[in-house]
């Protein structure tokens, strides 16, 4: 049952058998907040950690519980902490082994949100955000000094759709005592982050994972591969007594329940003191959804393979953006990281500029014109006018925004509507 390694097996099975109180087959909601404890004893072992189990929903839920354990299967994780929000799953990746004075260094291909948070909010907080030019993974290295506590970034990012080398950051990171902490949002069962080398796998499960449009939340999965006490000087969060938890060393207070100190830390600090906690209801929408998600990854990288052979022949295309269509180097990352599919997220370029960017958005039919991926719909944005409108030129430029560009997230509509559609649209742009 749950032994399965595969993921069309754990999304129905991992985590979960039948509820012990009433047999319910499907994971029930627990929309509930608070626990009986047995007794004294079993309440006063629950807080020293000496037993796990349900306090208080901000902490732990039993629905928020099968969640985390389905997750951690699929990633072939140790353990992971269901957030409110891939935004706080990615502030809680960081934050949990990086204080003031602290740096981390990220990729710059990163998600708009992420960006904000690494250069604005975090730079507040004391905490210095370093960015790496992905395509020379040795730039991780130059950057790295005695306080890099994390190596960041996406494992396919847009707008450029360049796959991000895992393993060859992994290994500068395995070398010089730093984790990397991947955002596998736009690519989930495609690739396992983990088996190439990372130790932290985020998620915003608002998009593929959830995958309908109705739940936001986030997910930090730890692989419990990292060896926290070798680098202990580089991890005094981890290593140090902790005096919000009675002088507890993570490292070693966690040691009885297995190589989790990283998840069980952020769980008893983080979402203790910022209370970002995933919503039982919504986990239980994107459990809903992940039972779904293997088969939904096939048909949203069919659909998309033929999407692009069609804009790639289309006379007012200039460019397609698609790890499918790249060549070099680009080309061998997406091979090499990317199984079953190219994945759902595409760009191209209009040779009719901006107007025809317009003119083409406002034509469509079908597609949804949003700001969001991963839905089982097809979507359109226009980023020149919407996500990346308060960018100088020249960032938006260098960032990979052209004034022609359109960004699609191909659904799971026939694809002989999504052709049609687009088609129409092409006609008029
Ligand atoms: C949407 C997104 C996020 C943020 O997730 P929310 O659930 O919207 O907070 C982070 N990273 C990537 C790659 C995303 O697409």
Redesign the pocket.
């Known amino acids: 049952m749950t032994g399965s390694s595969k993921p069309e097996t754990i999304v129905l099975h991992a985590g979960y058998r039948a509820d012990p109180a009433t047999g319910s087959v499907a994971v029930p909601l627990y929309q509930t907040t608070s626990y009986q404890f047995r007794d004294t004893q079993h309440a006063a072992d629950l807080f020293a950690l000496k037993e796990l189990g349900n306090i208080y929903t901000r902490l732990m839920n039993p629905t928020n519980d099968v969640l985390e354990q389905r997750i951690t299967a699929l990633e072939g994780g140790a353990a992971a902490v269901a957030v409110?929000?891939?935004?706080?799953?990615?502030t809680f990746a960081v934050l949990n082994i990086a204080q003031a004075g602290d740096n981390i260094v990220s990729s710059t291909d990163?998600?708009g949100?992420?960006w904000n948070l690494f250069a604005n909010t975090f730079k507040q907080m004391g905490i210095e955000v370093r960015f790496a030019d992905p395509s020379d993974p040795e730039n991780f290295r130059r950057l790295t000094d005695d306080k890099t506590r994390a190596y960041y970034a996406?494992t396919l990012?847009?707008p450029k759709l360049h796959v991000f080398p895992i393993r060859e950051v992994a290994n500068i990171g395995d070398e010089l005592g730093v984790p990397v902490i991947m955002?596998n949002?736009?690519a989930p069962v495609l690739c396992r982050p983990i088996d190439h080398g990372a130790t932290i796998v985020?998620?915003?499960?608002?998009?593929f994972i959830a995958g309908h449009g109705t739940s936001?939340?986030?997910i930090v999965i730890d692989s419990g591969r990292f060896d926290w006490e070798k680098h202990a000087k580089r991890f005094p969060l981890l290593n140090e007594p902790d005096p919000s938890y009675h002088g507890a060393v993570w490292t070693q207070a966690v040691k009885p329940i297995g190589p989790v100190a990283y998840a069980i830390k952020l769980r008893c600090t983080l979402l203790r003191d910022v209370g970002a906690a995933a919503s039982p209801f919504n986990s239980f929408q994107t459990i809903q959804g992940m039972e779904t998600l293997p088969l939904r990854m096939e048909r949203h990288c069919e659909n998309s393979t033929k999407v692009a052979d069609f804009l790639s022949s289309h006379p007012k295309v200039t460019k397609v953006i698609y790890p499918g269509k790249q060549d070099g180097e680009s080309r061998r990352r997406a091979d090499t990281y990317l199984k079953g599919g190219y994945g759902s997220l595409m760009g191209f370029e209009l040779a009719g500029g901006k107007a025809a960017g317009e003119k083409f958005i406002n034509s469509l039919g079908l597609f949804y014109h949003v700001a969001?991926?991963?839905d089982t719909r097809s979507l359109a944005i226009h980023p020149a006018t919407t996500t990346h409108s308060q960018l100088s030129e020249q960032d938006r430029i260098s960032s990979g925004v052209t004034d022609g560009y359109v960004r699609l997230s191909i659904g799971i509509e026939h694809i002989d509507d999504i052709l049609a559609d687009l088609k129409q649209a092409l006609d008029k742009a």
């Open positions: 409110g929000s891939g935004q706080a799953a990615s990163l998600y949100g992420t996406e990012p847009n955002d949002t736009a985020i998620y915003s499960t608002t998009k936001v939340g986030g969001n991926i991963g």
